[in-house]
């Protein structure tokens, strides 16, 4: 059994050569931006280009960054568990065969170096996932603490499909279940502070508004 290491973005081998300079990874395309997230995705990889890594988590592109990140991994599963049932197709062909000692240690030192690469992949994009996903916090925490009026928003999108999920079942004279009318009740029953008194008003109020976003 010969083993192929999958290609480099996907088994963790990326190109520790390249540098960017001062090329804005916003202007990359799909596979160098995602070669490039691979290749920072290891601390050990961000020291000379923090401020590459740096960019990359910013407001603008640490979603990109996240997505790239995902699509790797995906991929480096897929392959470990195509090299899984490899491996385990090749020993159960050889079961009750007489197999040279040499090439059978050989062959499961491949495996066993590739499985190591690979897991060792799997585990640095996990980490850079989790470093992702704390710039999209603070990002996020960036624009609310910028932008009082976001939480009010994200309410009264929630208090829209509220009111279209009971408007379509109405319409379809669908009979409401217990769980329905609680989901529906919530437009009048959950209520925010709102102007200078902070006087509660229902999400039901906050659909019925002329104003606002």
């Known amino acids: 059994m010969t083993a192929v290491l999958p290609s480099n973005r996907t088994a963790g081998r990326s190109h520790p050569g390249r540098r960017l300079g001062h090329v804005d990874p916003a202007r990359l395309d799909e596979v160098p931006f995602e070669e490039l997230v691979c290749r920072l995705a290891f601390g050990r990889s961000r020291g000379a280009e923090a401020r590459t890594w740096n960019r990359l988590v910013e407001a603008d592109l640490v979603a990109r960054t996240g997505a790239a990140l995902r699509r790797a991994q995906e991929r480096n599963d897929s392959a470990m568990s195509t090299r899984r ?34 897991e060792a992949f799997a585990a640095g994009v996990a980490k850079a996932l989790k470093d992702v ?24 999108a929630v208090a829209r499909a509220i009111h279209a999920h009971r408007v379509a079942s109405e319409d379809a004279e669908v009979i409401a279940e217990d769980h329905d009318l609680r989901l529906w009740s919530a437009l009048e029953s959950v209520t925010v502070p709102d102007g200078p008194l902070s006087e509660p008003r229902s999400l039901m109020d906050m659909l019925n508004e002329r104003h606002g976003s």
């Open 85 to 118: 049932q490899e491996w385990s197709r090749y020993v159960e062909d050889r079961v009750g065969v007489r197999v040279d000692a040499g090439e059978w240690a050989m062959a499961r030192q491949e495996y066993d170096d590739w499985c190591r690469r690979a």
């Open 133 to 156: 996903e704390r710039a999209q916090r603070r990002s996020a925490r960036a624009v609310e603490s910028k932008d009082p009026g976001v939480y009010r928003r994200q309410l009264k």
